[in-house]
C-alpha cells in the first residue's frame, strides 16, 4: 500500500520561503508524476505542480515564479519550495501521485504565514 | 486555465435517495474528468476517473458520466457516510484545475 507523509514546518514568516518534504512508502517514486496541491482553509483545491521521477517539472503558472519541486529518488522523497509567502499562501499542503488523476494522497499539513 | 463550475454548491438529500452533481469545464477537455470526495479534515478520496471509470475499491453506487464539457457524478443510493464535499478535476491540460466542490449533507 502506498504511502506519502508530508513533513515540515507548520508557520511561515512572510517574505520567507516555506519548505515541505513528502515521504513515499510502499512503493518506488520510478515510473509515476508527484504532485503537490493546495487548499486554503475553507476553500477548494488547487495543484501547485508536480515531478517526474527523473526530475522534470510543471509548475502552475500562477505560481510558477516562485516554486520549486525537487525530487530525491535515493530517500523516496519529493520537496516543494514556495518562496515570498504572504498570508494568502496560508492553506493545508497535500502531496499526491499521478498524472492525469491523484490516487494516493498524504493526509496534507497545514501552513500559517504569518509573522 | 480550464475553469470548472460544478452545481450545484450544496445540497441536502435523505438516505436512499439518488444524488446527481454536475461539472461543467470552460472548454472541451473530451473524458479527462476526475471525481474526489473529500471529507473534513480529510485529503480528497479519488472516486472516478477519466469520466467514467470506478477506482479500485470505490462503491458501485457512485458512477460518472459525460464527455466533452459536461459532466455528471451520481450516487445511486444516498448512504450516511457519503457525507462530504465532492470535487471535479480536468486532467486535459496544464495547469490541472478543480471544481470549487458541491457540499452533500444528508437530511
Known amino acids: 500500500q502506498v504511502q506519502l507523509q508530508e513533513s515540515g514546518p507548520g508557520l511561515v514568516k512572510p517574505s520567507e520561503t516555506l519548505s515541505l518534504t513528502c515521504t513515499v512508502s510502499?512503493?518506488?517514486?520510478?515510473?509515476?508524476?508527484w504532485n503537490w496541491i493546495r487548499q486554503p482553509p475553507g476553500k477548494g483545491l488547487e495543484w501547485i505542480g508536480d515531478?517526474?521521477?527523473?526530475?522534470?517539472?510543471h509548475y502552475n503558472p500562477s505560481l510558477k515564479s516562485r516554486v520549486t519541486v525537487l525530487v530525491d529518488t535515493s530517500k523516496n522523497q519529493f520537496s516543494l519550495k514556495l518562496s515570498s509567502v504572504t498570508a494568502a499562501d496560508t492553506a493545508v499542503y497535500y502531496c499526491?501521485?499521478?498524472?492525469?488523476?491523484?490516487?494516493?494522497w498524504g493526509q496534507g499539513t497545514l501552513v500559517t504565514v504569518s509573522s | 486555465d480550464i475553469q470548472m463550475t460544478q452545481s450545484p454548491s450544496s445540497l441536502s438529500a435523505s438516505v436512499g435517495d439518488r444524488v446527481t452533481i454536475a461539472c461543467r469545464a470552460s472548454?472541451?477537455?473530451?473524458?479527462?474528468l476526475n471525481w474526489y470526495q473529500q471529507k473534513p479534515g480529510k485529503a480528497p478520496k479519488l472516486l472516478i476517473y477519466?469520466?467514467?471509470s470506478l477506482q479500485s475499491g470505490v462503491p458501485s453506487r457512485f458512477s460518472g458520466s459525460g464527455s466533452g464539457t459536461y459532466f455528471t457524478l451520481t450516487i445511486s443510493s444516498l448512504q450516511p457516510e457519503d457525507s462530504a464535499t465532492y470535487y471535479c478535476?480536468?486532467?486535459?491540460?496544464?495547469?490541472?484545475?478543480f471544481g470549487q466542490g458541491t457540499k452533500v449533507e444528508i437530511k
Open positions: 478535476q480536468q486532467s486535459y491540460n496544464s495547469p490541472q484545475t
Open positions: 472548454q472541451s477537455i473530451t473524458s479527462n
Open positions: 499526491a501521485r499521478g498524472s492525469i488523476h491523484f490516487d494516493y
Open positions: 477519466a469520466a467514467s
Open positions: 515531478i517526474y521521477y527523473s526530475g522534470s517539472t
Open positions: 510502499g512503493d518506488s517514486m520510478r515510473s509515476y508524476y
